[in-house]
């Protein structure tokens, strides 16, 4: 394993990186409701990233034994957990979606996160399933300090949903993030307090839970990227970018648009940093 540690021109570029990924997902919050589809959720994004003159690091995304990815963004709905492709099928009240939006700065950097969206008036259990999948990765984050170590976080996420009745998919986790894409450390969403690799100042990873309201067993769809609850239950995903801080942690991809930081969360003064 070897990961990266960034210097404070990279801590800068990445700030970069993140802001611009998450401006993203706030230029798409109005437009998505009822009626539109995720191919217009797709080219919506590739509008504006290429506005701010940053590209999609997912189309045409290739890892050895995949066909190549389709889509600017992922569009996740329902019982897809991850990786869900663009498609004309029109959204519908009462559908959730994951849009999972990285993109890739002209100086080489990435960025990576991704929210949940309620299309109209959903049922009480996805609205809960996508509370307490967005909580869960917050008490991930807050696990963030020098000295503490990746089981740590995947325990605090664990410990949570399965204490409310739902269960983490366990073959998806978090990665280390900046000139790669995909770097190490993995940040699995499970685990046990005090193992797993230790947090230092300057690691940049994502935490990004997905949590099903039924069984946590997936299974691939024949397109080779398209990955669904095994018995069709709602699953919901939220991503954040994380760095680790001298004094804890400061979350990359918050903005303006994002969603408040629930009040349990203790390390607010590192978040908003």
């Not at 099903?212 to 398209?226: A, F, L, V, Y």
Request: aromatic letters at 6%; hydrophobic letters at 40%.
């Amino acid at each position: 394993m070897s990961i990266t540690i960034k210097d404070e021109a990279g801590i800068a570029a990445m700030r970069t990186a993140c802001r611009l990924t998450a401006e993203v997902l706030d230029q798409l919050t109005p437009l998505i409701r009822p009626g539109i589809t995720t191919l217009d959720i797709d080219r919506w994004s590739a509008e504006f990233m290429a506005a701010q003159g940053t590209r999609s690091a997912t189309i045409g995304y290739q890892p050895p034994g995949y066909p190549p990815y389709p889509g600017h963004v992922c569009t996740s709905v329902n019982h897809v957990v991850c990786h869900g492709m663009p498609a004309d099928k029109v959204l519908k009240k009462g559908d959730i979606v994951n849009v999972d939006v990285t993109v890739i700065t002209p100086e080489g950097w990435f960025g990576d996160t991704s929210r949940m969206f309620e299309i109209g008036e959903c049922s009480i259990a996805a609205r809960r399933l996508c509370q307490l999948t967005y909580d869960s990765m917050w008490l991930g984050i807050d696990q963030v300090k020098p000295g503490a170590r990746l089981g740590d976080v995947g325990h605090a996420i664990q410990s949570f949903i399965e204490g409310h009745g739902l269960s983490v998919v366990r073959e998806f986790c978090g990665h280390g993030i900046g000139q790669v894409f995909h770097d190490d450390p993995q940040v699995l969403h499970y685990g046990k307090p005090g193992t797993g690799v230790e947090l230092v100042p300057g690691m940049t990873f994502t935490i990004e839970p997905m949590v099903n309201i039924g069984r946590r067993e997936i299974k691939e769809m024949p397109d080779g990227w398209t990955i669904v609850t095994k018995d069709r239950s709602l699953s919901a995903q939220w991503e954040h970018t994380v760095l680790v801080t001298p004094t804890g942690y400061e979350v990359l991809t918050r903005s303006a648009g994002s969603p408040a930081v629930p009040e349990f969360v203790q390390g607010m003064a590192q978040a908003a940093a």
